[in-house]
């Protein structure tokens, strides 16, 4: 029992975490203009956090024997594979450009992660609604913005990031509210056993 404790409380930890510093990316990027700072932090930072976190609730949702469904497992699987290649292509690509420079391989990571990014917000939007419709982990409410900021990160995406930093901040924060509530959860969850 106290191993699904530790592993809900670092995904939880990781998932909070992870969005606030992928909406902050989102918020500052249109206003400060992309440094690299800003991208090793908020975006590829946030993206490993996110990948650990949403791991360990897939691990948590297994060991408390949670079923997700078809849907769910589509959405929550893909989604961990391409946020970690996400992530190590990105700083594969950041590597890459301070000791060698633009190069075409660069220009083909970055083609690459276009798409992994839209089988992350696709990914995210199914895992939400297995959680929404099946589990009660994290509130539902909590779950139904996750489904909707995916989808308003999906439609930039698809359409070539045009206006993106908003849908960023708001799948940010939606990933960190899920990460709250998956929190609050499971700190409710030993006293609801106690009485």
Known sequence: ?????????????????????????????????????????????????????????????????????????????????????????????????????????VGRASDISDFLLVVVFVGSALLGAALFLRANVVPRGTTLLLVIASVLALVPALADYVLESIPIWVYGAAWAWVGYGLWVAREAAPRARVR
């Open 1 to 105: 029992m106290s191993y699904s404790i530790t592993t809900v409380r670092w995904a939880a930890a990781s998932i909070l975490v992870g969005g606030v510093l992928y909406a902050l990316y989102g918020l500052l990027n249109p206003l400060l203009g992309p440094t690299l700072v800003g991208f090793l932090i908020g975006n590829l930072l946030g993206a490993a956090l996110l990948t650990v976190g949403v791991t360990g609730l897939g691990v948590y949702l297994r060991e408390q024997g949670v079923p997700l469904g078809g849907v769910g497992r589509v959405g929550l699987w893909p989604c961990i594979v391409a946020l970690a290649v996400w992530t190590a292509l990105g700083l594969a690509s950041v590597l890459s450009l301070a000791l060698v420079g633009p190069t075409q391989l």
